[in-house]
T-cell receptor, first 115, second 107 residues
């Protein structure tokens, strides 16, 4: 089955620790995205990557870092510099490539709680 | 002011009712997406529209590019339609999302 997976579903960390959220897709998509969702608010873009070994900051990149060493993987690290990291994190992918918009496919999300 | 505004914020309906959720945007777009987020958090893409109207089962989405407005309609609503419906606009690579409309359909 093709799809996009995120792990773990729930994650708890102590304040001051870095944590890495996993995102893997086997859809052969070029583009991948990380979003943050807070209660009652819309999704906000953290980082996105349109091709391997390249990525761009989104609207709220401060305190986060990403890598895109493989087409199928786009891990997100929440660093200790992120002032309010407790949130629901969603990863998405799309076929990408070119100027036309395309449908994004979302993973199930990771709910991060920093204690 | 948000670039994407959805209304209503919350909507409660009885099973069988016709539902309309609205989305207005203030930026130029090449496409608009309607997404459905279930209580567990998973998001499913329902429609991508750049003009006119699309239908899938009991769901209908329309867009008026000149008026910068889209509507999502659900006919013969059912409790399993209860979810958050999200409108997103954008071009290649990046989308701007509305805050979502929480729909509850009661049996």
């Amino acid at each position: 089955d093709g799809g996009i997976t995120q792990s773990p579903k729930y994650l708890f960390r102590k304040e001051g620790q870095n944590v890495t959220l996993s995102c893997e897709q086997n859809l052969n998509h070029d583009a991948m995205y990380w979003y943050r969702q807070d209660p009652g608010q819309g999704l906000r873009l953290i980082y996105y990557s349109q091709i391997v070994n390249d990525f761009q900051k989104g609207d709220i990149a401060e305190g986060y870092s990403v890598s895109r060493e493989k087409k199928e993987s786009f891990p997100l690290t929440v660093t200790s510099a992120q002032k309010n990291p407790t949130a629901f994190y969603l990863c998405a992918s799309s076929s990408g490539g070119g100027s036309a918009p395309d449908t994004q496919y979302f993973g199930p999300g990771t709910r991060l709680t920093v204690l | 002011k948000n670039e994407v505004e959805q209304s209503p914020q919350n909507l409660t309906a009885q099973e069988g009712e016709f539902i309309t959720i609205n989305c207005s945007y203030s930026v130029g777009i090449s496409a608009l997406h309607w997404l459905q987020q279930h209580p567990g958090g998973g998001i499913v893409s329902l429609f991508m529209l750049s003009s006119g109207k699309k239908k899938h089962g009991r769901l209908i989405a329309t867009i008026n590019i000149q008026e910068k407005h889209s509507s999502l309609h659900i006919t013969a609503s059912h409790p399993r339609d209860s979810a958050v419906y999200i409108c997103a606009v954008g071009g290649a690579g990046k989308s701007t999302f509305g805050d979502g409309t929480t729909l509850t359909v009661k049996p």
